[in-house]
């Protein structure tokens, strides 16, 4: 057996160790809660049967959150965080509903709070299957614990665990697109209202009183509430102790109260301005191909602040004529334009940026060369010129985001030079940018399709005039009056 086989055997049985471990402590603090009494010990053969079934579920989860995590969405969350997220939601969601199935009601189980923790910080399909695994370890715990033989309270936390599931999908889909705290709200309600009737239809099984029905219909309800308020009060921790970029926390990011933002905006404003613009434009084209509209606003927010560590070498800063590079060398000046990609790089990474983000910064010119000095130097030595003396780094855009941000900073730098006379023009040069940058191989590793690039072209052509819109000159207004 080679040597990487040995250590992925060896990591797997580790994990398993943890897995069970971690399935005796939820059944151990599960039974506690459902007993309402500290004292479960005695019940040792019970724990272990408990146990044993309730890591087989563990495990089974495990082996669907290995097949998911090497999909691309994933990727960019590394394997001991999805395996840490993901279990201590299904863990928190089983003694939470453990709690409240034996306080309040098997019907009030808000098990929608792992479809949507988990949802919302790994991927909504992750997010259901969570809670089908949290959902059968109540199944299983609860009526084993005390209330096997009781068939009317076994039929209530079964029927109770699938409503508290059913939920969790549909608020699941609720969140599959973009999602405010608003709407998590707003559609938790409409989900507990009706979700109300279906919990009247599961207890007319094996229940006749109007009052125990209405109960449970209220229960129900409550239980969705419970979950959302859970959420609520969680899902910050969880972003900050897993370091893992929702929308929530990306809309707090592009924020002008920013730290680097504001340093960008005291320190290089032509540059902010800059930046700003080709947001806007990334946001669009990233709600074109459908994307994530906020992560592409903020690379584009992003994506020029190593300039702020010299900001006159960059034209868009430089103010009263005064042009540094007018006293430097060529090859100087280009190694002061290009650090900018790798300065911007290394600021991210301090600032515990997105990776996406920090791509953006370091990916967004590729290799390409820097036109106006290569242009420049090869016009004074008659070609004779070592191009990639000339070039950035790199590297070519890995991301769907670092190629929206370098095709729309291309795209916002050249037509803030020069405005595109009509909108023929404006779609020729576009997709000059576009087949440009193919032919030099920089969109290669991105993901983007041509369909999307298409899309990205057409998004563009609508953005562009619209941010360069005439307004009425007021000095020859007053003049006219
Ligand atoms: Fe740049
Ligand atoms: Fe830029």
């Not at 044993?52 to 579920?57: C, D, E, H, Q």
């Not at 199944?139 to 009317?152: N, V």
């Not at 910064?361 to 008659?382: L, N, Q, R, W």
């Not at 941010?467 to 020859?476: A, E, N, T, V």
Request: with cysteine; charged share 20%.
């Amino acid at each position: 057996m080679s040597q990487e086989k040995k250590q992925a055997a060896l990591r797997t049985t580790a994990i398993m160790c943890i897995l069970f471990l971690v399935a005796a402590l939820t059944v151990i603090l599960g039974m506690m809660l459902t007993l309402n009494n500290w004292n479960v010990f005695a019940h040792y053969d019970r724990i272990l049967a408990l146990t044993v079934a309730v890591f087989v579920l563990f495990a089974v989860f495990y082996v669907y959150l290995n097949y998911s995590s090497n999909s691309r969405s994933l990727e960019s969350m590394s394997k001991t965080k999805l395996l840490a997220v993901a279990y201590t939601a299904i863990v928190f969601g089983i003694l939470i509903s453990c709690a409240a199935g034996s306080y309040l009601n098997w019907y009030a189980l808000p098990l929608a709070f792992v479809s949507l923790l988990v949802g919302i910080l790994i991927r909504v399909r992750v997010g259901v299957m969570a809670t089908i695994i949290a959902g059968m370890s109540v199944m299983i715990i609860s009526p084993a614990t005390e209330l096997i033989g009781d068939a009317p309270a076994v039929m209530s936390v079964v029927l109770g665990c699938f409503t508290g599931k059913l939920s969790g999908f549909v608020m699941a889909f609720l969140i599959r697109k973009r999602y405010s705290r608003f709407k998590l709200t707003w559609g938790a309600l409409i989900v507990s209202l009706a979700m109300m009737p279906f919990s009247v239809l599961m207890s007319i099984l094996y229940i006749s009183d109007p009052e125990l029905l209405l109960n449970n219909a209220i229960a129900t309800a409550i239980g969705n509430m419970l979950a959302v308020a859970l959420i609520t009060a969680s899902l910050p921790l969880y972003e900050r102790i897993f370091n893992v970029w929702t929308d929530f926390r990306l809309q707090e990011l592009i924020t002008l109260r920013q730290p680097l933002l504001k340093k960008l905006n005291e320190e290089a404003p032509g540059t902010f301005s800059h930046s700003m613009a080709v947001a806007n434009l990334a946001e669009n084209c990233a709600v074109a191909i459908g994307i994530n509209p906020y992560m592409a606003r903020a690379c584009g927010y992003f994506h020029d602040i190593g300039k702020s560590k010299n900001p006159q070498f960059f034209i868009e800063n430089q103010k009263d004529g005064y042009n540094p590079h007018d006293e430097l060398i060529p090859e100087v000046s280009v190694s002061m334009i290009t650090r900018h990609t790798t300065a911007g790089y290394e600021m991210l990474k301090a600032a515990h940026m997105p990776e996406e983000i920090c791509k953006a910064a370091i990916e967004h010119h590729g290799d390409s060369p820097v036109s106006y000095f290569y242009m420049k130097v090869k016009s004074i030595t008659e070609g004779d010129v070592d191009d990639k003396e000339f070039c950035y780094e790199g590297p070519c855009p890995t991301t769907k985001y670092s190629a929206i941000i370098m095709i729309c900073d291309i795209c916002e730098a050249m037509f803030r030079a020069k405005p595109p006379e009509d909108m023929q023009s404006l779609e020729k040069a576009v997709d000059g940018v576009i087949k440009s940058r193919l032919n030099e191989g920089q969109l290669d590793d991105c993901g983007l399709t041509m369909h999307d690039l298409k899309l990205i072209k057409q998004t563009i052509c609508r953005a562009i005039p619209a941010s360069m819109h005439k307004r009425i000159d007021y000095d020859k207004a007053k003049e006219r009056r």
